[in-house]
């Protein structure tokens, strides 16, 4: 079996390993069994004095020194296997990042994670150049191991009660790209357009649509949205409590992702590191007084302070609504935030799981600029939360859960997705 890779289509977005050893040290790389074989060929074993890869909860993982990065992680920044015997010696998902895989119909679509700050930052060569890269992989994985991609139905769940072709998921997303990208807009207008397509659509008995008919609702909403942005009244400038409480239940599940060492504690500290789990959930959803420390690393601030953080300064906001834009189209034109990209959910939920990840985009942003002692955003600061959230998003189990589904659907009803986010506001 070999299927063709298709690159991500993210407007300016380039991206070159700067070698900076984050995803190193802070990843956990699962590894499979053509991995380890190699490994073990490799006599990482006897060479490292100790073992290159361990157990894990959800499978095996390479291995970590206490307290920093990858066993195979050298003093210079370079990885030991890449020195010694090349790129095509390390394992699949080390060659691979800051890209993934997910079968789509007789082809693989590449996503692009986020996590990565020189994705973040756009910098290096053009996304089609790593086509060759990916193929190998791609094609690695079609010959060791593939079970790793399942066979895609030739139809998309678009919501729970309507399924498209797709070729109507095409027709769709191309005209939801065509906003997203509108530089002639704002991204407030944007951002708002895409929140009134996903609030109209929420509400139609798209029980009694078919595909076609669906797109053509889209077309002709998407040809009216200059207007309706215009005429758009959220009914408040504030969120209501019930929506903010619910924000923070989403920045909360954003931030529980498991480090290396975490995800090896034992009986007893699990146990004391959940206990821990509850008491940080339950402050955050008072939203009152300290934030609490989600990471060790994290500086102290108030849910006050990041109310009255400035947002981003002109000179860097059209580099901010870039970085945003591009985000939003991985999330949606590129297939990422819906589907097998994303718990299985169905189109329409990952529509407004997109949208609420930008107010808590807005909040962690917010966030790092009070923890740093500042009363204004930088655009470091939106890298940073960006990241964050794109970390999780799509692995945390927490986030596609069905307590997940029914926040962002709640927050569909009353404008709460939109007040959130200018709540929230970045730019």
Known sequence: ???????????????????????????????????????????????????????????????????????????????????????????????????????????????????????TRSEGVALASHRRDIQYVADTICKKTPALFRDEPDDVAFAHNLMIDRSTLDRILTRLDKWITNERRSFDERITGLHIIVSTLNQAQLSRFDGPRLAELIDMLSDDLPNAVVEFDDGSSDPLRTQTKLLHQAVFAH??????????????????????????????????????????????????????????????????????????????????????????????????????????????????AATAGRVEMTIQDLRDAVSTVDRTAGRAPELGAKSARLRQNHLTHENGLIRLIRRYRIL
Not at 13 to 21: D, I, K, L, M, P
Not at 28 to 37: F, G, K, Q, S, W
Not at 283 to 293: A, D, N, R, S
């Open 1 to 119: 079996m070999k299927l063709p890779v298709i690159i991500p289509e993210i407007k300016s977005q380039s991206w070159s390993c700067r070698a900076c050893t984050k995803c190193c040290r802070e990843l956990v790389v699962h590894l499979t069994a053509d991995d380890r074989r190699r490994i073990d060929e490799q006599g990482w074993s006897q060479k490292l004095g100790t073992d290159p890869y361990v157990r894990h909860s959800s499978g095996i993982v390479l291995n970590h020194v206490p307290g920093g990065g990858c066993v195979f992680l050298m003093d210079d920044g370079k990885c030991r296997i890449h020195a010694d015997l090349g790129m095509q010696a390390k394992p699949l998902a080390c060659q691979i990042y800051p890209f993934t895989l997910e079968r789509e119909s007789d082809s693989l679509r590449a996503g692009l994670r986020f996590d990565c700050p020189t994705v």
């Open 255 to 368: 931030s529980m992702y498991l480090q290396f060492a975490e995800s090896r504690m034992g009986y007893w500290q699990s146990l004391r590191f959940r206990f821990r789990q509850l008491k940080l959930a339950r402050i955050m959803l008072g939203g009152k007084g300290v934030i609490p420390q989600l990471r060790p690393e994290e500086g102290k601030a108030t849910f006050e302070q990041i109310i009255n953080i400035e947002p981003i300064p002109t000179n860097d906001a059209a580099e901010a609504a870039n970085l945003l834009t591009r985000y939003l189209q991985s999330r949606i034109s590129n297939h990422g935030g819906f589907g097998a990209a994303y718990y299985d959910w169905p189109m329409l939920n990952g529509l407004g799981a997109a949208l609420l990840s930008i107010a808590v985009i807005g909040w962690f942003t917010r966030r790092n």
